[in-house]
């Protein structure tokens, strides 16, 4: 997809990936909403782009993704503010086995919620002209991980994207929906998850860091992040992210496909 002139909305995008993936859209000349609970870092993140990108390049929209008619307010706003949408990703997630209602409300319910607004607002059946879904999930939405609730959450984006991205539906909608799984990557994440985790745990997580090379950082995930904005031909698959590189799941045909 050619950002230039288009519209984005970003959750969880005061920090951390989610900020990595809006700034790399306004690199290529898009205007962005950024939605987050945090307001402090919200406002300081978007008065940084401002200064950076320019005015009426970018807003913050205080939000919580697990309300409805507040993340429904936020779509609406951003299509009455910029005048449209593009380009919806799907972002904001926490990890906790505890509250793992909390974690499945976050991580999969708002972003199915994410997904019906973005095909919504740009769904060429309800008179809008196409676009883009990316969904941010995890490796651990692809193989096993310790932490099984946030795992099933992921698990659940994976196959969301996968089952939204089937052909015939691009052919009514035009929108396309990919979903991006990093592993370990240096953000607030890692620190806050480390805080709560079992010495057990802490060590299980650090053996897998170890094994896989170490952590990713911010940049590693936009590279893919910016690779889903352009490969077009990739509808419903998922961008695995690791320090061994990038790599697609999801595009082989199930047995009902065979020639
Ligand atoms: N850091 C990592 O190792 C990995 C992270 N991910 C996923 O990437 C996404 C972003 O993670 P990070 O940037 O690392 O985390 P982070 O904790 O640095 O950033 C998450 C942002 O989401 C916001 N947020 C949390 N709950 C929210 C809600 N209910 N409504 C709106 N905003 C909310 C937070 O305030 C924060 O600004 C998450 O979905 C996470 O599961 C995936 C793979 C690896
Ligand atoms: C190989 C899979 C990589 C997946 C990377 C992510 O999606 C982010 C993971 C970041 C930190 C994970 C820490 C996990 C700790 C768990 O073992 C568990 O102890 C955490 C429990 C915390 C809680 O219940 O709140």
Request: a negative charge; hydrophobic letters at 40%; charged letters at 20%.
């Amino acid at each position: 997809m050619q950002l230039a002139g288009k519209i984005a909305l970003v959750t969880g995008a005061a920090r951390g990936l989610g900020k990595g993936c809006a700034e790399a859209i306004l690199e290529r000349g898009a205007k962005v909403a950024l939605l987050d609970t945090d307001d402090s870092e919200g406002q300081e993140t978007v008065a940084a782009f401002t200064l950076k990108y320019g005015a009426d390049t970018c807003t913050f929209i205080l939000c919580d993704v697990t309300d409805k008619d507040q993340l429904e307010g936020a779509f609406q706003q951003v299509v009455d503010r910029f005048g449209g949408l593009d380009l919806v990703v799907n972002n904001a997630g926490i990890l906790s086995e505890f509250d793992w209602e909390k974690c499945i409300n976050v991580n999969l319910i708002s972003v199915v919620r994410g997904c019906r607004l973005g095909l919504h607002y740009m769904g060429k059946q309800n008179g809008g002209n196409g676009g883009l879904i990316i969904n941010m999930a995890s490796v651990a939405g692809i193989y096993a991980f310790p932490a099984p609730v946030y795992a099933t959450t992921k698990a659940g984006v994976v196959g969301l994207t996968r089952s939204l991205g089937m052909d015939h539906k691009f052919g009514k909608d035009g929108v396309r929906v990919n979903v991006l799984c990093p592993s370990f990557t240096m953000t607030n994440f890692i620190t806050d998850a480390k805080g709560k985790a079992s010495e057990e745990d802490l060590q299980q997580m650090q053996d897998m860091v170890e094994k896989g090379g170490g952590f990713l950082q911010i940049p590693d995930v936009v590279k893919g992040f910016v690779k889903l904005l352009d490969d077009d031909d990739k509808n419903g698959a998922a961008l695995e992210v690791t320090l061994q590189g990038l790599k697609y799941h999801g595009c082989e045909s199930g047995p009902w496909e065979h020639e």
